[in-house]
């Protein structure tokens, strides 16, 4: 009787919430799918249904931007881990009060736009540009830029999303216990042993989130490859907006938009289920 | 002819900046002891078991496991292992997995690995159906054994225990003290045990050592720590007790504040002579005190008011104010009752043959 009324309850509290996901995140979803098996070129959903755009994204090319944004997203997020292990590793078991000032850093870069802080890399990187005017000025030597090329996109990638693995792997370093790393040791395990059998397994709700994030952002992601990238590689952002602005298809742009939400929600799916979320979000099992 | 110690330590320092936890300590341990170090918070003895595992750097001194000196060796490959106060089971290996964690490290085969697990649930009295499940899924008493199961599968030169009871309740803390104590003659292994309850130690030790600010205040078997405590601070630590302050007298007799002394003549024939001037401190037991009737004697008595009585299931505890304000305490089986009202007065008396002297306390 008290459980039909508590769910009851709790139907009704979660209502308001659930009224605004289906109109603010669904709706639009479904929009967009009815939109990616209209013909081309309309701007009504009024039409016979057919997959014309679909088969338009293997015709002509469009895959290599889907491969190349799915791509740079696994880099730079394999980059990420890298460099983020030692350092939440850092906040999380060693470096005390002075984590606290490396989020606060972290999150400020956070303050100032996305694409203001990719034209300062520019601005930074171009030639006669900081380093390189600079150089140049004092010494009479120059180099190249590194701009407009894949390897300064996954930078840009690294360096944008680098908030979003810190984060998520701190917390789950942080779920490591002291003590089973101790016990580890004294039973005779290595340090490289140890980060494989207890840091890696135990962290892993973290790692999971935070890469995900980082993918899934990173996947998506379109002002690096523009601003830092030049365009060396089209990524399936860039195809999207394009198809939807100066293509003037909806279709098209609404086709590729499926396929990357369903490539990108089956990950995070397939990832969400095989992690702990209540053990990351503090709440007992 | 006595066997070489399996642990010597030899002036062992160990300083936290300015603070210095242990100073200079020397312990011989044998080769299938159970010691226990046993010590209130902060006596150092956290800080001598995780030098002893490796898990901190002696300041000074030196650590030997028989011919090899171990104290610059790291926790991972010292021939010992620990029982921690956590357990610090890992909770993402089945219990198989936890057990045979040690043998995986050294690559022994996954079937070797499997048997000797199932011989160590044999051992620690787990059904086989154990090996999968989660450690989640054990109790308190459970998750005790598998962490004793893991730690003998790494088959330890000596296994540290760092206060596994402690946080059981008092029911399964009895049972599994006489099963560990069990454990240590099934194993013949060397255990050294650290714990605050000298209720533990006493139950399962050999030896026990008290610890007392960074230092062993008394090293011996149960009985002689019990009876023969050398310091005011071990005869406390050792549970209930009576302590008088004494001095020697010009006669070679003893002389004390609201106790009378019929011993004087022959207390040299008991080891309970003082220099003249120099004072001691003269203990009894609870249970070797007597009440007196009017017109029995004892060697010592003493006369106060009772106070209070406490049922302690077999026995009864009874407290007496002594007229020089002090409170004793007194304990009885229940057939021997001392049955007078609260607020009596009381005669109390016991004998040279229970009572010790702790000098210069």
């Known amino acids: 009787m008290m459980e039909r009324i508590d769910r009851k309850l709790g139907f009704l509290s979660a209502l308001p919430l659930g009224i605004i996901l289906v109109l603010s995140f669904l709706a639009p979803m479904v929009v967009v799918a009815l939109f990616s098996i209209m013909p081309p070129k309309v701007f009504d959903l009024a039409h016979i249904p057919n997959f014309a755009a679909y088969s338009v994204f293997f015709d002509q090319g469009y895959y290599k931007s889907l491969l190349w944004s799915l791509g740079m997203a696994l880099a730079s997020t394999a980059i990420l881990f890298v460099i983020c292990w030692p350092l939440a590793y850092g906040m999380a078991k060693v470096f005390g009060r002075f984590s606290l000032i490396l989020t606060i850093a972290v999150v400020m870069s956070l303050f100032v736009s996305e694409n203001i802080r990719l034209f300062g890399w520019v601005l930074t990187l171009m030639k006669g540009g900081l380093f390189e005017g600079h150089l140049r000025a004092l010494t009479g030597i120059g180099f190249d830029s590194p701009l407009y090329n894949t390897g300064i996109i996954i930078f840009g990638l690294v360096y944008v999303y680098l908030p979003f693995m810190l984060f998520p792997l701190a917390q789950g370093i942080s779920m490591v216990p002291d003590d089973a790393r101790q016990a580890a040791a004294d039973l005779g395990a290595t340090r490289w042993q140890i980060l494989r059998q207890i840091d890696l397994p135990l962290a892993a709700p973290g790692i999971m989130v935070g890469s995900l994030l980082s993918f899934v952002l990173a996947a998506g992601a379109l002002a690096e490859s523009k601003i830092l990238g030049g365009q060396a590689v089209i990524v399936i952002a860039d195809d999207i907006e394009t198809a939807f602005t100066f293509g003037q298809n909806w279709p098209l742009g609404a086709a590729l938009s499926m396929i990357l939400i369903v490539i990108i929600g089956g990950l995070a799916i397939f990832g969400v289920n095989r992690i702990d979320l209540d053990a990351i979000m503090g709440r007992k099992r | ?361």
């Open chain 2, 1 to 361: 002819m006595q066997s070489q110690p399996i642990l010597r330590l030899r002036n062992v320092v160990k300083k936290f900046g300015s603070f210095t936890a242990l100073h200079g300590v020397d312990l011989d341990i044998e080769e299938g002891e159970f010691f226990t170090i046993v010590g209130p918070s902060g006596s150092g003895k956290s800080t001598m078991i995780r030098l002893l595992v490796g898990m901190d750097e002696v300041t000074d001194g030196e650590i030997w496991l028989r011919d090899n000196r171990i104290d610059q060796t790291p926790a991972n490959l010292r021939p010992t292992c620990m029982v921690f106060q956590s357990l610090a089971l890992f909770p993402h290996m089945s219990v198989g997995q936890n057990i045979e964690f040690p043998l995986k490290l050294r690559n022994s085969p996954p079937a070797d690995r499997k048997k000797r697990a199932l011989e160590l649930l044999d051992l620690l009295r787990l059904p086989h159906s154990y090996y999968d499940k989660r450690i989640s899924q054990c109790s308190g008493g459970e998750k005790q054994r598998v962490a004793l199961a893991r730690a003998l599968a790494f088959d330890p030169e000596i296994l540290f225990f760092d206060e596994p009871l402690s946080a059981l309740d008092y029911r399964l803390r009895k049972t599994l003290e006489k099963e560990l104590k069990s454990l240590h003659s099934r194993t013949g292994k060397t255990f050294v045990y650290i714990t605050h309850s000298l209720e533990e130690a006493m139950v399962m030790s050999d030896r026990i050592a008290i610890m007392k600010e960074g230092q062993f205040e008394q090293i011996s078997v149960a009985d002689e720590i019990y009876g023969r405590p050398v310091s005011r601070f071990v005869a406390e630590f050792m549970g209930e007790v009576n302590l008088f302050e004494i001095e020697g007298t010009t006669t070679g007799g003893l002389h004390g504040k609201g106790i009378e002394i019929h011993v004087n003549g022959d207390a040299r024939d008991f080891g309970l002579a003082l220099e003249n001037g120099t004072t001691g401190t003269l203990m009894v037991r609870p249970e070797y005190v007597r009440f007196l009737t009017s017109s029995a004697t004892a060697d010592f008595v003493v006369r106060g008011i009772l106070r209070a009585d406490y049922a302690l299931g077999s026995r009864i505890q009874y407290e007496v104010e002594t007229s020089a304000g002090q409170i004793l305490t007194i304990e009885k089986l229940r057939e021997d009752r001392f049955d007078g009202p609260e607020g009596s007065e009381v005669i109390l008396g016991f004998d040279t043959e229970n009572v010790h002297l702790i000098r210069g306390a």
